[in-house]
């Protein structure tokens, strides 16, 4: 910590929406349950798209050091994830440990996640060896565990980047605001991201693209969820960002829309009445994933917005009038 203080650091900052990275882990926590796996946290995602960023921009994980005398960028090769966890002795002292992931860019994300999970178990159960504290050359820590919407946390020596993430809430204007009136304007929910880095070796430019794409690979962009889904055998389109394409909601809604989209929400319950058996897991091999487009909510134009916009039923299970994601939910527990 003293050597960190003698680092010229600097720091950018990106504010993400988090809607798409909320639905698809949802869909994806759902299928690991059904199969008894364990669930994918935020902070899964998250550092995965920083192993991801960093491939693309790989001076994030170097280095400033001398050679005999002269200051030389030291050249990372692999990607070594640092994962700042905060534990907790028997005598009630806390302490910051930063086991990290060797070569995390060669993981598939299955990989990745178990890599993740077996560090972070073994720093809070007293397992972590020294080898494991060693190496790492771009950190990520999550104080948004804890509430805080940003931090600018210390630059390691030896390291060229860290990593900070800040609570998943709404902006605070927004935070008293009707569910439903957030659901009808297309508000998301935000994720503040810093990035902290030794500027020595590392541009603003770079961090600021560095974060630019981390912003692009939550919300889906690059394939990102399509191969998180194909690792771990989800057999479902994730959800996609969209921008928000209706009528007004300030001004009289066209009925001629409603109306349509109405007829839309009754023909996809119909389509699970008829196809929905298809998405049966009967495979005692788990071998099979795929994707039927008629149980998919894109192919009714419906977007991730709709989700939390109420629809008729036409009845389903009772109820008349629910929303998409209540829809899909009754669909889940065979209420069809």
């Known amino acids: 910590m003293e050597a960190s203080l003698h680092v010229p650091t600097a720091t950018s900052v990106r504010n993400v929406p988090v809607k798409a990275l909320e639905e698809n882990r949802r869909i994806v926590n759902t299928v690991l349950t059904k199969k008894r796996k364990s669930k994918l946290s935020f902070t899964h995602i998250l550092a995965w798209a920083i192993v991801k960023s960093a491939?693309?921009?790989?001076?994030?994980?170097?280095?400033?050091?001398?050679?005999?005398?002269?200051?030389?960028?030291?050249?990372?090769?692999?990607?070594?994830?640092?994962?700042?966890?905060?534990?907790t002795r028997k005598?009630?002292?806390?302490?910051?440990?930063?086991?990290?992931?060797?070569?995390?860019?060669?993981?598939?994300?299955?990989?990745?996640?178990q890599a993740y999970d077996d560090v972070i178990k073994r720093a809070r159960t007293n397992k972590i060896t020294p080898e494991d504290l060693s190496g790492a050359n771009i950190t990520l820590t999550n104080p948004g565990g804890l509430g805080t919407v940003m931090s600018i946390p210390r630059l390691m020596d030896g390291q060229g980047t860290i990593v900070a993430t800040g609570a998943i809430e709404f902006p605070a204007e927004f935070q008293a605001m009707m569910p439903d009136v957030l659901s009808t304007l297309a508000i998301s929910k935000v994720l503040t991201l810093t990035s902290t880095y030794d500027h020595r070796v590392i541009q603003g430019a770079e961090s600021g693209e560095f974060l630019q794409l981390i912003h692009q690979l939550l919300i889906g962009e690059h394939r990102f969820y399509e191969q998180i889904f194909a690792s771990l055998g989800i057999p479902f389109e994730p959800m996609r960002w969209s921008i928000e394409k209706g009528a007004n909601p300030f001004l009289v809604q066209d009925q001629p829309e409603l109306i349509d989209k109405e007829g839309r929400v009754v023909q996809m319950i119909n389509a699970y009445r008829v196809r929905g058996h298809l998405l049966a897991d009967i495979n005692p091999l788990g071998l099979e994933a795929y994707h039927y487009p008629e149980l998919d909510p894109a192919h009714y134009d419906f977007t991730i917005w709709d989700l939390d916009r109420e629809f008729d039923t036409g009845g389903l299970g009772g109820v008349k009038r629910a929303t998409l994601r209540e829809a899909f939910q009754r669909r889940e527990n065979r209420d069809l």
């Open 55 to 87: 491939e693309k921009y790989g001076n994030m994980k170097n280095s400033y050091g001398l050679h005999n005398g002269v200051a030389v960028r030291v050249e990372r090769g692999g990607i070594n994830l640092g994962l700042a966890v905060d534990t």
């Open 91 to 113: 005598d009630g002292s806390r302490i910051l440990l930063v086991p990290s992931i060797k070569h995390a860019e060669k993981l598939t994300f299955d990989e990745f996640v």
